[in-house]
């Protein structure tokens, strides 16, 4: 058909665009991610994952893949834990990488992963530091948080009531002197046993399904209101489970990765999105 090749994929429902570009040709502007991302012009998600050659955007990383993560608002953003997952399933299904442990690159650094043989992956998320504190409001209601960066930059706020009955329709507010580049805003339950649950609203995007830096940052913030930095917690997210570990100055994800779909975009489509 001579179209742009595609893939869809999902880790814990959170949901991407993958487009196979190893030499770095394809030009990816804002106005073409949104568009992908749109759910009723495009083919619909929270974000675009570019597979391309460190090499090929002159980038020196210690891995041969990075990935190119782009917001479904078109903005750059550093990282995306559960993007990492569905880029390393294309990179290992695909045949693009031999080995089940490697290295991928990212604007957050080098990230380290690992596939297992139940098609999860692992990935070494880099420390989850905390940075502060902070107020997001709510529909009128404020909620006090710890900020945590994860190589991208999060508020995170315990919540007494049920997170699920929380209006997360519309931009919650957040202080834009403390971020001002935006901000991923996690609200969790505390449910005992080392696990919680999260919903999750993401810069650029809106609330999604999971969100993967922003379950490390979770549970970092958790650890942290209890006096510790080290430990292992699940997070229930309304698009299933992941498992986070954090230690002093590291941090791991692990979780399901799924893809779904590959086909090709239309040239006049994309062509038609001008530059």
Avoid at 57 to 86: H, P, Q, T
Avoid at 171 to 178: E, H, L, Y
Avoid at 256 to 264: C, K, L, Q, T
Wanted: net charge negative; glycine share 14%.
């Amino acid at each position: 058909m001579g179209g742009i090749e595609f893939l869809k994929g999902h880790g814990t429902q959170n949901d991407f665009v993958l487009l196979p570009d190893p030499d770095g040709r394809l030009e990816l502007t804002e106005a073409r991610v949104a568009a992908l991302c749109d759910r009723r012009r495009g083919l619909g998600a929270d974000g675009v994952l570019r597979i391309v050659r460190s090499s090929a955007l002159g980038i020196e990383s210690g891995g041969e893949w990075f990935m190119d993560y782009r917001n479904a608002d078109g903005s750059l953003a550093e990282m995306c834990g559960n993007g990492v997952r569905v880029f390393v399933r294309h990179l290992v299904d695909s045949g693009l990488v031999a080995e089940r442990d490697f290295v991928i690159g990212t604007r957050a650094g080098d990230r380290p992963v690992r596939m297992h043989a139940d098609d999860s992956v692992t990935v070494e998320m880099g420390p989850a530091t905390i940075t502060g504190t902070s107020v997001t409001v709510v529909a009128g209601k404020p909620f006090s948080g710890v900020a945590v960066n994860v190589g991208n930059p999060h508020l995170v706020s315990v919540v007494e009531d049920d997170v699920d009955e929380l209006d997360l329709r519309d931009q919650p507010d957040f202080d834009s002197d403390v971020f001002p580049d935006g901000v991923n805003l996690e609200f969790i339950n505390l449910l005992g046993g080392d696990a919680l649950k999260m919903r999750v609203h993401e810069r650029g995007v809106g609330e999604t399904r999971s969100c993967g830096t922003g379950t490390v940052a979770a549970v970092a913030a958790a650890l942290h209101l209890a006096g510790t930095d080290t430990g292992e917690a699940t997070v229930d997210v309304p698009g299933g489970r992941v498992v986070v570990e954090v230690r002093r100055g590291a941090s791991t994800l692990t979780g399901p990765a799924e893809i779904v779909a590959r086909g090709e975009l239309d040239e006049h489509w994309w062509a038609g999105l001008g530059a």
